[in-house]
């Protein structure tokens, strides 16, 4: 619905079917359609560095997804990056706030807390998250 007001983008139900919806639409974001439609992907070297970059981009006002497709180990799950005061101590220890949809709904949770109820083992967690910034 983020998407939907602001004009932007994004594949989302009745296109695709709720069952591995995250998971089409962080394939989506990667293909050429996702990067004609303006979204870029976050790479930074350590999760740390993709936290401060997604914080940062989020409060200059660009819309920031965060998400991690379904794995053998891992459930899909897709949220939004939304601004903060949070400091960098906190920021790297419990990743960006977000908007999230999901078991429980929350206008802003801590990355860790809201991917951690869909997923067991922090490390990988950490190693398949993939940040998006809508750049257009």
Known sequence: AVCKNANIKMI???EYKQYNLSTNQIK???SEKGKEAGWVEIKEDKIENKYRQAHKMANQGKLVIVGMKATSK?????????PSDKIDYFLVREGPQ???SSHINSYSVSLKEDFMLHNKEIKELE???QFFVHEF
């Open 12 to 14: 989302g139900t009745p």
């Open 127 to 129: 190693n398949n998250l």
């Open 74 to 82: 891992t459930y899909g799950h897709i949220a939004i990056v939304r």
């Open 98 to 100: 977000l908007i999230t």
């Open 28 to 30: 989506w974001l990667e």
